[in-house]
């Protein structure tokens, strides 16, 4: 999510009809979930095949800062049920975000979770899809 709104921000891309954005998550939870105890979050991600370092957190530019700046049309949204990107969240962000026309929240999912799996119910993706994709 933060690579695609830097993305954004430096290449100015000319193609793009929209982006769409699922469950932000605010810096201090990047913070708690992958730096607190970096050596357990270093193991985890190595099991992942990916890679954590120290540069990070540091790297990180907040969604806080970066959403406000968007001149292409964003759609963001979260779960109900998101037990890291809140609606209390999204209701702050969309605070930051007035004044910006690109910008347009949606509610949240009922009853999703910050993942949607093929365990979840169809008529939760059915819900997912057009809070997203419709209007």
């Given at each position: 999510m933060l690579v695609s709104l830097k993305s954004l921000q430096l290449e100015n891309p000319k193609r793009l009809d929209?982006?769409?954005?699922?469950?932000?998550?605010?810096?201090?939870?990047?913070?708690?979930?992958?730096?607190?105890?970096?050596?357990d979050s270093q193991s985890t991600a190595f099991e992942k095949k990916s890679?954590?370092?120290?540069?990070?957190?540091?790297?990180?530019?907040?969604?806080?800062?970066l959403l406000p700046t968007v001149q292409?049309?964003?759609i963001?949204?979260?779960?109900?049920?998101?037990?890291?990107?809140?609606?209390a969240f999204h209701s702050y962000l969309k605070q930051l975000c007035i004044g910006n026309a690109q910008v347009e929240f949606r509610?949240?999912?009922?009853?999703?979770?910050?993942?949607?799996t093929s365990e979840c119910p169809l008529e939760m993706f059915k819900s997912y899809m057009d809070t997203l994709f419709c209007a």
């Open positions: 929209r982006l769409v954005l699922w469950g932000a998550i605010p810096l201090w939870l990047y913070w708690k979930m992958f730096m607190r105890d970096v050596a890679k954590l370092d120290g540069s990070f957190f540091p790297s990180l530019e907040p969604i806080e800062v292409h049309r964003t963001i949204t979260c779960g109900g049920e998101d037990k890291y990107s809140r609606p509610e949240p999912v009922v009853g999703a979770a910050h993942e949607l």
